[in-house]
């Protein structure tokens, strides 16, 4: 069971490059969400989906996009990198939004 | 008022030490709450759920304030292992539905030996 699947691990990219951070979870979870972690903060919501075909904004969405084609897969989409969006990203999936979420292993992004 | 609000911490606790942290938020209609811990910027993990009054898992307790709007995490007989941020997780309710979970900032824990 591999459980949230996060790719790349790391990633160096320049400004105004595009890109797709991937996420795949293999445990049937209807729920799943995006995260971004800056130093010395907390995980902040940027996008989530509750289903297949259903996504809608976090806290955080501007400068980013999503889909949800299947249940497995949740992409976060890039579409000009900025330094500002240098971070830890997270991919997490649950159930439901009342259970607990589990989580990738995190994708390091750094915009020079 | 913030969403979810932790203590900002940093505690630093001599080995085997009981220890606690707070945890206030803001919606009186959250139903279900979840204490993560965060080793060094890895992947947040599951610590303990509370959908209740309180859990108790070995030697880490939580309990649940309907009234004060707040949830607690003892840690008793604290171990080097323990040395952690901890992330208080409440859903955010929009709309008479929960949607969204919000995390709090953390507390740092450390544990001397």
């Known amino acids: 069971n591999a459980g949230v699947t996060q790719t790349p691990k790391f990633q160096v990219l320049k400004t105004g490059q595009s890109m797709t951070l991937q996420c795949a979870q293999d445990?049937?979870?209807?729920?799943m969400s995006w995260y971004r972690q800056d130093p010395g903060m907390g995980l902040r919501l940027i996008h989530y989906?509750?289903?297949?075909?259903?996504?809608d904004q976090g806290e955080v969405p501007n400068g980013y996009n999503v889909s949800r084609s299947t249940t497995e897969d949740f992409p976060l989409r890039l579409l000009s990198a900025a330094p500002s969006q240098t971070s830890v990203y997270f991919c997490?999936?649950?159930?439901?939004?009342?259970?607990?979420?589990?989580f990738g292993d995190g994708t390091r992004l750094s915009i020079l | 008022r913030k969403e979810v609000e932790q203590d900002p911490g940093p505690f630093n606790v001599p080995e085997g030490a009981t220890v606690a942290f707070n945890c206030t938020y803001s919606?009186?209609?959250?139903?279900?709450f979840f204490w993560y811990r965060q080793d060094c910027r890895k992947e947040p993990k599951l610590l303990m759920s509370?959908?209740?009054s309180g859990n108790e898992d070995g030697r880490f307790t939580a309990q649940l304030n309907r009234a004060s709007q707040y949830i607690s995490l003892l840690i008793r007989d604290s171990k080097l292992s323990d040395s952690a941020t901890y992330l208080c997780?409440?859903?955010?309710?929009?709309?008479?539905?929960?949607?969204?979970?919000?995390f709090g900032s953390g507390t740092q824990l450390t544990v001397l030996p």
């Open positions: 997490a999936s649950s159930y439901s939004i009342s259970q607990p979420q589990h």
């Open positions: 445990m049937n979870h209807e729920y």
């Open positions: 989906s509750v289903g297949a075909g259903i996504t």
């Open positions: 919606n009186s209609a959250s139903q279900s």
């Open positions: 509370v959908y209740s």
């Open positions: 997780v409440v859903p955010l309710i929009s709309s008479g539905s929960a949607r969204q979970l919000t």
